[in-house]
């Protein structure tokens, strides 16, 4: 039954552009390169929650708030047993937000 409705629910076709707009938090979107979306799917998703809309800049002063993972060699099936999923998760969920900037790493060399 359970199995069923699964396969029901994946035979439509679902739009959830609408939706990704709205989001206001801070999201990280993560998919595997093997997934059952394609790729440039992916990209429009993150374009939509604001990503990818310039370039960071020098001083990462650009950055979106919010990120595109897509591990390698993973599917929607196994990614919680990809060895990076964790070191790609847990910075985001931690709250680190960016990089050291030039300045900052300069300025930790002195």
Excluded: C
Aim: aromatic content about 10%; overall charge neutral; hydrophobic content about 45%.
């Amino acid at each position: 039954m359970l199995l069923d409705r699964i396969g029901e629910f994946m035979r439509q076709r679902h739009d959830w552009t609408a939706d990704l707009k709205k989001l206001s938090m801070p999201t990280l979107l993560v998919w595997g390169d093997s997934d059952m979306m394609r790729p440039e799917h992916m990209v429009e998703a993150y374009k939509l929650i604001g990503g990818g809309q310039k370039d960071a800049g020098w001083q990462r002063e650009n950055t979106s708030k919010n990120r595109l993972a897509i591990l390698p060699n993973v599917t929607h099936y196994d990614m919680f047993l990809s060895p990076a999923l964790v070191p790609t998760v847990l910075p985001f969920v931690d709250g680190y937000a960016a990089a050291p900037t030039w300045k900052a790493e300069v300025a930790a060399q002195k």
